[in-house]
């Protein structure tokens, strides 16, 4: 049995929560991780309010586990990602736990979502950004480290993030994301003061998330060399640094991609995907992930994963995944870890 504030304070049985992957963790991802005991978040962005709502009630119907949303706040071609609407859906349906991403919250959607009594939750990248979400009201801190798959504007390793968040917001808990997708992983991240660990680029290559096999089958192959940090994504959203896995396009624009390049005239397409049950066309440098629906040239897409793609083996069902890294941390705490017997 797992006992730590994250568990004790959200009722789950291991301290493991899967990351809020736009796109990618869709209801069923979502329910297989709260099923296995941790705590599944929904990646809401960019799905508009009245999806979020059928999406959690997907999630209802999997599973009676608690589980929790995750908002990105930033203003995209799709609009703002997060609006008063997503909140008030999220009061709606009683959301115990309410993660925000990459910008912070209005104080107001914090007290908002405090009164209905639900926890808010904020990932940050750096100490300072800790302490603001701290003032915020902040109930948890996800700290992310520089290794960490997809937007990503942390310049620090987890190993030296962690322990200087966990210090700077005590007695806040905090939880580690970046690079953990194995026992040993999971291990050192609670060794170093996290309450839990939040895994995303592991939970890629499960059964149950809604990514492309192509996606999923280039985690697998990818060795932790072959992550890059790139800014040449987001013609819907420019500028925003990412961590994705090397590809033609990533080697072209290398040494000058720190920006989203202009878009080509004439406007050039790489494939088409589905949003929202909407066919479009993907543009260039476009930062949409491929999901099964989408069709075009892999070399040109998006392909968000952290530097932990090297550990990634195969592709399982996601509550495998889940109770597999956690036995093998259990087991790493409990030999490598425990003091030696006293005289
Ligand atoms: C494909 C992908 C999509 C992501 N989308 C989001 C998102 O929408 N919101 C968010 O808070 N974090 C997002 N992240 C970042 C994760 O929350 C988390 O920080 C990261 O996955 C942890 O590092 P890891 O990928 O090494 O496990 C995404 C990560 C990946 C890999």
Redesign the pocket.
């Known amino acids: 049995m797992w006992h730590t504030r994250i568990t004790e304070q959200y009722g789950l049985e291991v301290p493991f929560v899967s ?7 869709m209801p069923e991802l979502v329910a297989a991780v709260s099923n296995a005991g941790g705590l599944g978040l929904l ?3 960019p799905a508009p309010a009245t999806a979020l709502q059928q999406m959690i009630q997907g999630i209802r119907s999997m599973t009676s586990k608690p589980f929790g949303v ?3 706040i930033a203003d995209t071609a799709f609009g703002p990602s997060t609006t008063d609407e997503h909140i008030e859906v999220c009061i709606a349906e009683k959301i115990k736990v309410v ?1 925000f ?2 910008n912070n919250p209005p104080a107001r959607w914090v007290d908002r979502l405090h009164l209905a009594g639900a926890k808010v939750w904020v ?1 940050v990248g750096s100490v300072e950004r800790a302490r603001e979400s701290m003032s915020l009201g902040a109930d948890a801190i ?1 700290a ?2 520089s ?6 504007h942390s310049t620090v390793a987890l190993s030296s993030l962690v322990p200087a968040v966990v210090d700077a917001v005590a007695p806040i808990p905090v939880m580690a ?5 194995d026992g040993r992983t999971v291990a050192s991240a609670l060794a170093l003061g996290a309450e839990a660990v ?7 290559a499960s059964q149950e998330a809604y ?1 492309h096999e192509e996606y999923k089958r280039r985690v697998v192959a990818a060795g932790s060399n072959d992550i890059a940090r790139t800014s040449i994504f987001g013609v819907e959203w420019p500028d925003q640094p990412m ?1 994705v896995i090397r590809n033609r396009v990533v080697s072209e624009w290398a040494g000058r991609d720190d920006k989203t390049p202009p878009a080509p005239d004439p406007p050039q397409f790489i494939g088409r995907t589905s949003i929202g049950g909407q066919e479009m066309p993907m543009p260039k440098f476009s930062a949409v ?1 491929p999901t099964p629906e989408t069709s075009g040239d892999f070399e040109e897409m998006c392909l ?5 793609a090297g550990l990634v083996k195969d592709i399982k069902p996601a509550g495998e995944i889940v109770r597999e890294m956690m036995d093998e941390a259990a087991k790493i705490i409990s030999s490598k870890l425990a003091p030696m017997p006293g005289p």
Do not use: K
């Open positions: 990351a809020g992957m736009g796109f990618i963790a990646g809401a962005a995750d908002f990105v993660v991403f990459w990932q996800i992310q480290g290794e960490a798959g997809g937007h990503n994301a970046g690079g953990i997708a939040c895994v995303g680029t592991r939970l890629i990514a961590r992930l968000a994963a952290g530097e932990s």
